[in-house]
């Protein structure tokens, strides 16, 4: 498997503008979480999605985010409109839970895309 | 609902010194801990993980991570640095929260390894 990728690995966008960016999760994975990685905040969970249904979304910084799920192995996540205080590294990260919802599965990362809003 | 906090945002060390990175975690259920490294330009990579059982868990690369359930810590450790270990690590913890499953990182350590 080659793992989870995504797409574009860098972005550069103007204010204003609206932003897409996307991820294809590891075959049979089920759970997606979107991080946000900047200087100030570190590691920040976005959004959580299991079975494609978002579990937590509280992470979502405001109404100009939005993320979905359209099929089990893709996401997106998009910015509308961007601004440039949107300019971060995005991660997204997928792993496999069980039914009985055991939590000693690792998430597995993507490379990153790194956002920046001018 | 849980948390990690990793002491020190930045560790310096020699090269063939000690490492030792720390990790202490609140969690209200019996937590699942992992150790993940992120070199420059990359995502992050598990290093380890503590699910059950032996408390001291070996890891990729050398590194290792004691589990102290009284100390609620998971600090990681490894004997002798080397400069290809400059990286940042982050310490995480699965766990429960308001029914269903997240995964919490701590801020990150970045380590720095001097010849």
């Known amino acids: 498997d080659a793992g989870v990728i995504q797409s574009p690995r860098h972005e550069v966008t103007e204010m204003g503008q609206e932003v897409t960016l996307r991820c294809k999760l590891i075959?049979?994975?089920?759970?997606l979480f979107w991080y946000r990685q900047t200087m100030m905040r570190g590691l920040e969970l976005l959004i959580y999605f299991n079975n494609n249904v978002p579990i937590d979304d509280s992470g979502m910084p405001e109404d100009r985010f939005s993320a979905k799920m359209p099929n089990a192995s893709f996401s997106t996540l998009k910015i509308q409109p961007s601004e440039p205080r949107d300019s971060a590294v995005y991660f997204c990260?997928?792993?496999?839970?069980?039914?009985?919802?055991?939590?000693?599965?690792?998430?597995?990362f993507g490379q990153g895309t790194r956002l920046t809003v001018v | 609902a849980q948390s990690v906090t990793q002491l020190g945002s930045h560790v310096s060390v020699s090269e063939g010194a000690l490492v030792l990175l720390r990790c202490n975690y609140s969690?209200?259920?019996?937590?699942?801990l992992f150790w993940y490294v992120q070199y420059p330009n990359q995502g992050l990579q598990l290093l380890l993980k503590y699910t059950t059982g032996a408390t001291l868990v070996k890891g990729i690369n050398g590194f290792e991570a004691e589990f102290k359930k009284s100390e609620t810590s998971f600090h990681l450790t490894k004997p002798s640095a080397h400069m290809s270990d400059a990286a940042e690590y982050f310490c995480a913890v699965r766990g429960m929260n308001s029914g269903y499953s997240t995964l919490t990182f701590g801020k990150g350590t970045m380590l720095l390894v001097s010849p």
């Open positions: 990260a997928s792993s496999f839970t069980p039914p009985t919802a055991t939590l000693n599965t690792e998430a597995f």
């Open positions: 075959s049979g994975h089920n759970s």
């Open positions: 969690s209200s259920v019996p937590p699942y």
